[in-house]
């Protein structure tokens, strides 16, 4: 088990099911049009923005056009970053909670009590994005990766940051079997009957 993880791990969680995002394409089905259209509407107004800047005031400042050039290139290595990152998430479902472990070892979860509704997304045939907490339902549908990559949580929770009110677990071969997982009850082992 990871050691950043059984550090984070509360007194007698167990983990019920462990995995990582199978490897996706940089321009995978669902995102290929979003992104082709995003790189484009980019270029396009780079090239106006330069254009309009150097033929009114004559000449073009060498800061205006690295801020513009480095703004343009942020946008379009979006995408590999968001890759990069999403190819590095470990994923985890204890019988409390569910965890993201990213690539830079932050963690984020969800109690299983307060997931209110799952939702599968399918991003390319083998594989699903597995998106827990309807509050972030309609973004998911729409840039799973960008959310895979960005859970949402409350900066102002008493709980702490790492606490998430919607998680993406990205590329999932296998989300069926973890949805079944996060349908189920939360288990409290202190509340058992033995």
């Given amino acids: 088990m990871n050691k950043e993880l059984k550090e984070y791990l509360w007194d007698g969680e167990m983990i019920r099911w462990s995995g990582r995002s199978a490897p996706v394409p940089l321009l995978s089905q669902q995102e ?3 992104i082709l259209v995003r790189w484009a509407i980019t270029l396009v107004c780079i090239s106006v923005i330069l254009g309009i800047y150097s ?12 801020l513009v050039t480095l703004a343009a290139t942020l946008v379009i290595a979006a995408p590999w970053l968001e890759r990069w990152s999403v190819m590095g998430m470990k994923y985890y479902v204890t019988d409390r909670r569910a965890i993201l472990l990213t690539r830079d070892k932050s963690v984020y979860y969800m109690k299983l009590d ?5 939702k599968r997304v399918r991003i390319q045939p083998e594989a699903d994005a ?4 309807s509050a972030i339902f309609e973004d998911a549908d729409r840039r799973p990766r960008f959310r ?4 949402k949580t409350d900066f102002q929770s008493a709980e702490g940051q790492d606490r998430a009110e ?8 296998d989300a ?3 949805e079944t997982l ?3 009850p939360a288990l409290d082992q202190r509340s058992a009957v033995i």
């Fill in 166 to 173: 919607g998680l993406v677990f990205y590329g999932l071969r």
């Fill in 130 to 133: 597995l998106v827990m907490g």
């Fill in 55 to 66: 033929t009114g005031s004559g000449a073009l400042s060498g800061k205006f056009a690295a």
């Fill in 114 to 118: 307060e997931v209110d509704d799952v």
């Fill in 182 to 184: 996060l349908r189920q």
């Fill in 176 to 178: 069926e079997f973890v």
């Fill in 148 to 151: 895979a990559c960005n859970p």
């Fill in 32 to 34: 290929r049009g979003k």
